[in-house]
């Protein structure tokens, strides 16, 4: 009788198990229907983009003959000393002489972004810098705060200036790799000269790469002081890839050699060293990005200003061809990831061949284009608060799925607050910042000609970071035609009206 019973017991709790069991199988297996796999989150490395510095070492001119004579190791004790009793008056009158409007970046200033660098960015593995650490007007400022001075004594200043900011921010994130490329104003013969093979780019190329790999620095050091650009390898985790930071102040449609003279060699021999980059990750089956400063196709802010009927005149360009953005697209199976800046703005591009669509169709392979992701500045100088851009890199496909812009509070840096913007993905929905991704918000735009959807208004109250840009909202047309259209030809079948 007992073993009757105890038999029945242990019948009971085995049907009990047996049911719990097929309960947690079901359930599993319903979670697992419900949830695609292409919706698992994603492992992800850190990076920190930075650009548009424009540090002001003239910020307080009293201490300047100071900074003149120590070493850029001194700078620092220097500038944090307390300010000349007429600090003030004498910047100002500085601007005014050399025709400034806007303010750059004090010390202040960089100090509460170095701050914030490493309050937010703690975790990145590499920080890329897109072009012009030093502020405008950099030769007047100089030659006005020292009438007698050389040509070598301006190139020396420019040097230690470009030094202290580079060791600033290596000191800003010890053993982790900074990639730097030089804007217009990175020069030591004036805005948009420079000359190729020369002593500046030697020392500020020794400096620019000190922190790369000692198998990789050589040879970046060589192409610097050929042209300041250069070949690296992203750090690890990041998988078989590489960076090209280039130089395009040579393809500006500004240059000229310090001697004032038109040259196109060196931006065709920087070209055909692109190329044959390009072609080495293609047969390695590696991964790419491309810095540089100055970015392809059209300077919509000089096409307007010149108001007037915007179809009976071509386009502003802000290079002067589009044989860079040509090679990148005839790689765009290579390209990753392309950085510029330049503008001080927040904004997003698609390279593509004219005439391509601008999305696919759902269910259909998408336009293979090189997306663009233009970083927005430190410097104020152009009515925008300050900002830094934290990404998060797929480290298998060196694809960027996220980033966001942190803003300071106000553009003084003294007792200001970073804070965060706006994260891309849930601004615009968008699973990564790729070809296909960016193409869609393009597209998106394109069709939202009074700029009315929650994506377009997105952009446009961040395009200014901190500041709304009502230039933006009534251009709207114009500028999406900008985003994806990087030649004239392009460009104007997309604004113009057609025969017009």
């Known amino acids: ?167 600033e921010l290596y000191g800003a994130f010890p053993g982790i790799r900074v990639y730097i490329a030089l804007g217009n104003n990175d020069s030591d013969c004036g805005d948009y000269r420079l000359d190729a093979h020369s002593d500046f780019l030697r020392v500020t190329g020794a400096e620019v790469t000190k922190g790369f790999p000692a198998g990789e620095r050589r040879a970046a050091e060589d192409s610097f002081e050929a042209g300041g650009y250069y070949s690296v390898t992203l750090p690890a985790p990041i998988e078989d890839s590489r960076l090209l930071v280039l130089n395009d102040l040579f393809m500006s449609k500004n240059y000229s050699t310090c001697a004032g003279k038109s040259d196109a060699a060196e931006a065709d021999a920087q070209i055909a060293w692109l190329r044959r980059q390009l072609t080495e990750a293609r047969a390695h089956k590696q991964k790419v990005w491309v810095m540089g400063h100055i970015p392809p196709g059209i300077d919509l802010y000089s096409t307007m200003k010149g108001l007037g009927d915007i179809c009976s005149r071509a386009p502003a360009m802000f290079l002067s061809s589009e044989k860079m953005a040509d090679v990148l697209i005839d790689f765009s199976d290579v390209i990753e990831l392309a950085i510029f800046a330049h503008t001080h703005m927040d904004e997003l591009r698609l390279l593509k061949d004219d005439g391509q669509i601008q999305a696919s169709p759902p269910g259909t392979v998408a336009v293979k284009g090189v997306p663009v992701k233009m970083v927005s500045s430190i410097s104020p100088n152009h009515g925008n608060n300050p900002s830094i851009t934290l990404a998060r890199i797929d480290p298998s496909t060196a694809t960027l799925v996220d980033y966001r812009v942190i803003t300071s509070s106000n553009q003084t840096g003294i007792d200001s607050k970073w804070s965060e913007e706006y994260d891309f993905a849930l601004s615009y929905h968008a699973p990564e910042f790729s070809s296909p991704g960016v193409s869609q918000i393009i597209a998106g735009f394109t069709a939202d000609t009074s700029a009315k959807t929650q994506a377009s208004q997105s952009y446009i109250e961040d395009f200014s970071p901190g500041s709304r840009s009502l230039a933006l909202q009534l251009f709207w047309p114009q500028y999406v035609c900008t985003l994806s259209n990087h030649t004239p030809q392009g460009f104007e079948a997309c604004v113009c009206p057609t025969g017009h």
């Not at 002489?97 to 309050?119: I, N, P, W, Y």
């Open 1 to 167: 009788m007992k073993r009757t019973v105890a038999a029945r017991i242990l019948r009971t709790i085995a049907r009990q198990l047996i049911a719990s069991l097929c309960l947690v199988l079901l359930t599993c297996a319903g979670l697992a229907q419900a949830t695609p796999s292409g919706s698992k989150a994603r492992a992800t490395v850190a990076a920190l983009l930075l650009s548009d510095i424009h540090f002001e070492p003239f910020w307080d001119p009293g201490k300047v003959p100071q900074l003149a004579t120590a070493p850029a190791s001194d700078w620092k004790a220097i500038l944090a000393g307390l300010p000349s009793p007429d600090q003030q008056e004498r910047f100002q009158l500085l601007q005014q002489a050399c025709h400034v409007a806007g303010a750059d970046t004090s010390f202040a200033l960089f100090e509460s972004s170095l701050k914030a660098m490493r309050a937010h960015a703690a975790e990145a593995r590499l920080v890329t810098v897109s072009g012009d650490l030093i502020s405008h007007a950099f030769d007047c400022k100089f030659t006005s705060l020292f009438p007698k001075s050389t040509p070598d004594d301006y190139r020396k200043f420019v040097e230690k200036t470009l030094t202290y900011v580079i060791d």
